[in-house]
């Protein structure tokens, strides 16, 4: 009989939820069979990959997300709930990047990746958590077993491995991987997985027309299998991480890099 992960009842946060890999996020697990709240600052967009995963049979609601107020973020959690039931499972997605020697770092570059990329994914990772923990401790209130609740922190394998001109967004992603490890000591005792992806070189809309450049050509020349990843790479090791079955897996930070930090 055929292995297959079956997220059916279970209801999915997904953040960053307009591009990238957040529509691949959202996508994987709406086909999964998971509830799926899309959340980002462009609705309009929003609402564009909302169309294309009901087309599919998917079932998605959209809601208005600033990772960088904190009222937004708790406007964002109690709408996704109302819409569509407790959150099982977050993926903290949101993130921005810049590119400049560390030099040519200014206050406002700074401020912009490490607001978004730290400091939003916590307070995101907190708001959910908080009504995580409250579910847990209700169950077994009542003398039942805790619900398999859990949080999937992106970070990157730049947070892991230093690269050059990308400074702050190592930092932001380094924080947000012990970010992951700590809350995985303080909520696993309530059911809450947290675990981290730390993706490599993935294409996107974002950075495609960058690998048919000559720069781009040259470092896909010094990947290890000289190729860039898809988003649907990671469908396998997301969908993994959000069910169920990986309830023995808390605390680990895993790379989907194509080999890149074995080099």
């Excluded at 470092?219 to 860039?228: A, E, G, H, M, N």
């Amino acid at each position: 009989m055929a292995y297959q992960i079956d997220l059916t009842g279970k209801v999915a946060l997904v953040t960053g939820g307009s591009s990238g890999l957040g529509v691949q996020f959202a996508q994987s697990l709406a086909k999964a069979g998971a509830t799926v709240v899309i959340a980002a600052r462009r609705i309009e967009r929003l609402q564009e990959v909302a169309k294309d995963i009901q087309a599919s049979g998917g079932k998605v609601f959209c809601v208005a997300l600033d990772v960088l107020s904190q009222a937004s973020i708790d406007s964002a959690v109690e709408q996704a709930q109302q819409l569509a039931g407790p959150i099982d499972i977050l993926v903290n997605n949101s993130g921005v990047s810049t590119t400049q020697r560390i030099v040519d770092v200014t206050e406002k570059d700074y401020d912009y990746v490490l607001n978004t990329n730290t400091k939003g994914a916590f307070f995101v990772a907190q708001a959910v958590g908080k009504h995580m923990i409250a579910r847990a401790k209700q169950a077994t209130d009542q003398g039942k077993e805790a619900p398999p609740q859990r949080v999937i922190n992106i970070a990157s394998m730049a947070g892991i491995k230093a690269l050059s001109q990308i400074s702050i967004y190592s930092m932001s992603k380094a924080a947000v991987i012990h970010m992951t490890h700590a809350m995985a000591l303080e909520w696993g005792r309530y059911g809450i997985n947290v675990n981290a992806i730390c993706p490599g070189y993935i294409e996107t809309e974002i950075n495609a027309a960058h690998w048919g450049t000559e720069a781009g050509q040259k470092l896909i020349q010094k990947l290890p299998r000289k190729r860039v990843g898809k988003t649907q790479d990671l469908e396998g090791i997301l969908l993994l991480l959000a069910s169920p079955d990986a309830q023995f897996i808390n605390g680990s930070i895993m790379a989907a890099d194509d080999g890149l930090l074995v080099q």
